[in-house]
């Protein structure tokens, strides 16, 4: 589906529109579109029978408040659990009924609610060491089946997974993953390096946590021809920086704020 370019920065939704709706639910993700957000991201691992599902924590616990692990479950298993009442009971003020039905999407699933839409996809791998290469596999041979090459980012901390996407497909755009450590406060020097870490992993993008998001640092990474995606922001003020300083997307969790802001900000 063609479309005019959007506006820079992108507005990308964390988890969906999560801040109105249940992350990484159908629901999230339809709010998104209609909040007019870019694309939304989105956390894969992979079920006990391989196939690559939606959610983003290891377990059940905080997300469908029952105990019990993605990875011990088949996909099957995982699309009848419930992963949307906890958000009514957390927000009442934006509960609705309907997402008491919201269960753990198979990507597939949300490659296809995105197939007639101009959605831009920012795909996070989530996995132990020992399942990079079967995650990689699963979610490049479903971005070529789906033919959604050039409007998803694949992005992981784990650059080996980066590079092993790329070694099957070079023709998928990554981003590499950056936080702060608890133990190692990021200094300037330590922020720069993460623009070196992205291109030796080959990625194509530089995903940094806002208090990564130094001036110098955009502007090294664009000198070095990476955009730069900055997670997880709400206050619009946002915008006015991305916009000065050449920040390609946030990724929030309330789309259509900082959406407001950018079209406020670009109409004076």
Known sequence: ??????????????????AVAPENTIAAFVRAISDGADGFEFDVRLALDNEP????????????????????LTSKELQKIDVGSWFNHQRPDDAKKEYETETVPTLDRVFDLVKDTTQILYLE?????????????SVVKSIEEHRLTDRVIVESFNLAAIAEVKRLNAGVRT???????IKRPASLLRKMKTVDLALAAGANELALHHTLAARRVVLKA??????????TVDNPTWMKRALSIGISALITNDPATLLLERSRLLAV
Do not use: Y
């Open 53 to 72: 599902v939606v959610i983003h924590d290891s377990s059940l616990q905080r997300t469908a408040r029952i105990p019990g692990v993605v990875a011990q």
């Open 175 to 181: 981003a590499g993953l950056f936080e702060p450590r």
């Open 125 to 137: 791998m989530k996995s132990e060491n020992n399942q990079v290469v079967q995650l990689a596999a």
């Open 222 to 231: 664009g000198q070095c021809g990476l955009p730069v995606v900055v997670w």
């Open 1 to 18: 589906m063609s479309a005019a370019p959007a506006a820079r920065p992108l507005v990308i939704g964390h988890r969906g529109s999560s």
